[in-house]
């Protein structure tokens, strides 16, 4: 009873949920494969391999499609040369259409 006005949060806040499924969904992939993170070798591969799902469910969350983001960095990243280059980079800055990259002379 004592933590009642935590519990209805909600009903005061408009963009607060009763639930936090949209979370634990987001989360979910991540927490069935975690023992797939004991066969990374190293801390240093399990932290480079976190990293790298960070960012693909970070994607996710911004409505950026995973491919296509990672291809757009990784071919942005060789010319980013301040820590504002690296923040443009990052998903919660870029929307769908910037990472419509051209495509070769043979349409691949």
């Known amino acids: 009873l004592n933590q009642r006005s935590r519990l209805t949060v909600y009903l005061d806040q408009g963009v607060v949920g009763p639930d936090?499924?949209?979370?634990?969904?987001?989360?979910?992939?991540?927490?069935i494969g975690r023992k797939n993170?004991?066969?990374a070798g190293n801390p240093a591969g399990a932290a480079a391999s976190a990293s790298l799902y960070s960012l693909v469910e970070?994607?996710?969350a911004n409505g950026l499609?995973?491919?296509?983001y990672l291809r757009f960095i990784f071919e942005k990243l060789?010319?980013?040369?301040?820590?504002?280059d690296y923040e443009e980079l990052?998903?919660?800055?870029?929307?769908?259409?910037?990472?419509l990259?051209?495509?070769?002379?043979?349409?691949v």
């Open 20 to 31: 936090n499924n949209a979370a634990e969904n987001a989360i979910r992939p991540f927490v």
């Open 37 to 39: 993170w004991l066969f």
């Open 58 to 60: 970070s994607a996710k």
């Open 65 to 68: 499609e995973p491919y296509r």
């Open 78 to 84: 060789p010319f980013a040369e301040s820590q504002s």
């Open 90 to 99: 990052l998903p919660n800055r870029l929307k769908a259409a910037d990472l």
């Open 101 to 107: 990259l051209p495509q070769s002379i043979s349409g």
